[in-house]
């Protein structure tokens, strides 16, 4: 018998997922001491396998207590760790984009794949890299799509939507969505220039539709406000947003709300206002058939 | 030839100990995400041998970013990584005070021991553990004493003071400094009830004297505000503080200077505007023998 391990910033969606993967849940314990250092404490009678169930968005003091929390599982004789993180941090760089810049996707990688024996997240935002092994080298590590939830979902709130996806990246992501939920979609093309700036090229039937853009991660926000005033100057009936990972950096939610979106919808993957569809039954069916 | 490798924060410091040991200097470039994550830049030609400097005072950010620096310096062909933390993280946690808690100096030690050949501290604050190796096994650990940098700058300052160390702790530690600067000591009892209070005894004829509280860190500050205290009482000249690390948790310092204290002294392990006293001279002997 499993036991899940969450923590308190992610309780609800930690406590919904035991229950759907038939785990006993427990909390580990995190105390910040004024001097910015945090004291983990499990409890002390754990079974031989263990799941933590941490999402990793603001990863610093996450990743660190994470480590923490692995070693005095260890020390208190698991011996097999799992870690579930719905939002897996570091997974962008994923070369140097500049001589000496860190690979920090590499690095952090071989850093949980030191503590865990396996690891479950969704969507990560995988470029050059195809298999989430490669990343983070537990021996096993599972990459899940957020589809088939956010298909389901869509299905049931704008059962005529038309997805959009913004780039090439998203294509097979936003095809599988669509034909999931027998729904319409069209891809668009995005160029980045430098941190902030994004151009997106996007055509397609949007007059009177119920648009729905979809992407893994919205974090400034600006793709998917530069794809929604595209599709707004061709008339359609709504636009609306779906994403895995509510990352919104600073005010971009707040700025996406007054772009006029008519929902902004994400998975439960990072908690935040906008959460509408529990990544639980797909996690669970995960943990159900690896543990 | 070796570079010394440190971090804005402690730019300052890092070039003076690069200068006194004759080490070239470089800066780690470290960009904050607003998601929260690091990118790291180094400089991409990098020399056999390199010393990172960074203290870890907030530690968490600073540790991911030092495993992401280590890390990337490895990829860049580094063979000898030496680490220069003159504070040092998690080393007050060396067992688990209640069950299941974490032991963090052994956790966090093998973790820096994993990434770096060699360490070089100041005063880190071990309890149970006697040997800075043993609790971070990097097989070129190497624990100073700031004592004597403390005892130079008292002998200048206040060359007839008395000083008093609060706790048995703080004997040995107090007892050299003494003897350097040919000066009288008193060591105290410390009873610690809880995370904030703390009785302490102390006896000695302070009357008109220049009494010098000596200390490895000043946190919250209660030991130091009730030492003071207690030796007000008996009409000294004067009472001063001086530690080695600069912690000061929330408004302690603030309370500190409202307590009365004539002077309060720290050196530069942990940038504060108490600093006076400079760790360069001290760590650049380590780094001119070990390197």
Chains 1, 2 share one sequence.
């Not at 891809?187 to 119920?210: P, Q």
């Not at 939610?253 to 994400?266: D, K, P, Q, T, V």
Request: proline share 4%; glycine share 8%; aromatic share 6%.
């Amino acid at each position: 018998m499993s036991l899940l391990l969450g923590f308190r910033e992610y309780r609800s969606q930690s406590i919904a997922l035991a229950e759907a993967a038939g785990l006993d849940y427990a909390e580990v314990d995190v105390h910040r001491f004024p001097d910015g250092e945090s004291r983990i404490r499990l409890p002390a009678d754990l079974p031989d396998g263990v799941v933590l169930c941490r999402s990793l968005d603001h990863p610093n003091d996450k990743l660190v207590e994470l480590i923490l929390a692995a070693g005095e599982a260890r020390a208190l004789g698991v011996q097999s760790l799992t870690l579930v993180a719905p939002y897996l941090c570091y997974m962008r760089q994923d070369r140097s984009f500049q001589p000496g810049e860190a690979v920090s996707q590499r690095i952090v990688g071989a850093l949980l794949a030191r503590y865990f024996d396996g690891l479950v997240t969704v969507d990560p935002h995988l470029h050059r890299v195809r298999d989430i092994e490669q990343a983070v080298p537990t021996g096993r590590s599972v990459s899940l799509l957020a589809t088939t939830s956010v298909a389901d979902f869509l299905a049931r709130r704008l059962p005529d939507a038309l997805l959009v996806g913004p780039d090439a990246e998203s294509a097979q992501w936003v095809a599988a969505a669509a034909s999931r939920a027998g729904l319409d979609f069209v891809i668009g093309n995005k160029v980045r220039h430098g941190d902030r700036e994004v151009e997106i090229r996007l055509e397609g039937d949007f007059a009177g539709r119920d648009v729905v853009l979809v992407d893994d991660v919205a974090s400034t926000g600006h793709t998917l406000e530069v794809a929604g005033g595209i599709i707004a100057r061709a008339g359609p009936a709504s636009i609306s947003v779906v994403v895995t990972h509510a990352l919104f950096a600073d005010d971009a939610y707040e700025r996406l709300e007054r772009a006029g979106f008519e929902h902004i919808w994400s998975t439960d993957s990072i908690p935040h206002a906008s959460n509408a569809i529990s990544l639980a039954p797909l996690l669970a069916a995960q943990l159900r058939t690896s543990l």
